[in-house]
Nanobody
């Protein structure tokens, strides 16, 4: 079956950096657009970043543009999210997801989801 497994979350000071990884199995990775979403306590899940199948096209939420970078390596079925200049408001559970259709910003367009990894930014 399809599995998406995130890693790399943790506790970091404001202004610090983290890199999240998501390894996919059970699917042809290069056929899927990939995205990162996050959900903070008491809030709805929101789009963070997305990447096309080849990696040539990316999209970001305004709140993370210029601070976060999404990338992928199809040879190892992995998508990354590099997060710099982390802010308290970035605290959330981060999920990676795979979409066959490619509407990157729409969570309902994603077919598969990981279990999430916690990112906590402290002052």
């Amino acid at each position: 079956q399809v599995q998406l497994v995130e890693s790399g979350g943790g506790l970091v000071l404001a202004g610090g950096s983290l890199r999240l990884s998501c390894v996919a199995s059970g699917l042809t990775f290069s056929d899927y657009y990939m995205g990162w979403f996050r959900q903070a306590p008491g809030k709805e899940r929101e789009f963070v970043a997305g990447i096309s199948r080849s990696g040539a096209l990316t999209a970001y939420a305004d709140s993370v543009k210029g601070r976060f970078t999404i990338s992928r390596v199809n040879a190892v079925n992995t998508v990354f999210l590099r997060m710099n200049s982390l802010q308290l408001e970035d605290t959330a559970v981060y999920y990676c997801a795979a979409s066959f259709r490619g509407q990157l910003r729409l969570s309902e367009e994603y077919n598969y989801w990981g279990q999430g990894t916690q990112v906590t930014v402290s002052s």
